[in-house]
C-alpha cells in the first residue's frame, strides 16, 4: 500500500500545488488520479518515485517512509512511464527495454532475453526490437514505455498521461491491453489522465482532485458515478454518469430472442442486416453474454432494426435483443 498522509506541495515561487493531501493506494490495484488541468495530478504522482519532493506530510510504501530510503534506488525500483513514452531516441527498442535491468547488474543477456519477452507481453511484434523509437508509431512507442517500466519487475509502476498523445482507436488497444496484462501481472499502479472515461474504465480506485491540489472524492467508480460527493465531483463525472454507471450493471441473463431471418450471416458471424436491396445495413455494435447492459444497450441503439445482436467469444450471432428487453433490465 502507498500511503499519502497531510502531503503538501508547495513550489519555490509559491505554488500550492497539493494541499494536506491523504489518501491510501491499494496494493496489486489500478488507481487513478483524475481531475482538471492543473489540479496536481502529476506532481501527486512523482512524489512517489521523489522526482519531485514534497514539502510536508508523509509518503510511505507498506508503512516505510519513502524518505528513509536513497531516492536513485527508490526509482529504480519504481517503473514510470509518460506521454510520448520518453524512449531513449539513441537506442533501440530492446536497449531501451533492458536500460534498468543492466542498470541494477543484471547481466547482457538475462537483460535482453528479458526485454525481447516483455516486448511480446505488451503485443509488440519482436521484429521491432532492433528498430529506434522514431521508427515506430505512437502507439508502438507507448508499449514500448510500458515494457520498459515492467522490465525490472517492480512493485509499482506510476503512469502518466500515458496513453494521451495516440488517437483514440490506439488509446482503446492500449486500455484494453494495460488492463489484459494487469490481470497477469496484478502490480500496484498509480495512473494520472484528466480523461474521466479512462479513469472509470481502468481504475479500481478512482482520486478526484481540484484545482489546488486538494482531494475531491476517492472511490471505486461505480460508487463515483452513483454517489458523486458533491457539485464538483457531479459536473466532472458529467451529464451521462447514469448511462455511464450501466458499466457496472451486468444482468445476469439477458433473454435473447432466436436470430432472425433479416440478419445475414457468414459461418455464423453477423454481416449486416437485409432490408430488401442488394446491400446490407451495418450490424451495429454487437454484445457477448455477461458484458455490461451498457454493452446491450449500445448494441440496441447503434443496430439500424434496433435489435442489438449477441455473438459468443468466437463472435457467431447466438441471439438477439430488442429495446423492450433492454428497458426492462434496466427497470429491474
Ligand atoms: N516547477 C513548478 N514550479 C511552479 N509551479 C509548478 C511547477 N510544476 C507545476 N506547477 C504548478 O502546480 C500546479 C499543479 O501542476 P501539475 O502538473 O501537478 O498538475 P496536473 O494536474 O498534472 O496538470 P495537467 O493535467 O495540466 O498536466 C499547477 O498550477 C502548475 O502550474
Redesign the pocket.
Known sequence: MIEFEDVTKR???G?V??DKLSLRIPSNQITVFV??????????LRMINRTIERTSGTISIDGDDINGRDAVTLRRGIGYVIQNAGLFPHKTVVDNVATVPKLIGWDKRKAHDTAMELLERVGLDVKLAERYPAQLSGGQQQRVGVARALAADPAIMLMD?PFSAVDPIVRHQLQEELLRLQRDIGKTIVF?T?DIDEAIKLGDNVAV?R?G?KLAQFAPPAELLANPADEFVRGFVGQDRGYRALTFVHPEELPVKPLPDELALQDGVPLGWRNGSEELLPVGAVFKRGDSLRAALDAVLTSPTGCGVCVDDDGKAVGVIDQATVAEALRS
Open positions: 513550489y519555490p515561487d505554488t500545488a497539493v481531475g482538471p488541468s492543473g489540479c496536481g495530478k502529476t506532481t501527486s498521461e494520472v484528466h482532485l484545482v491540489g
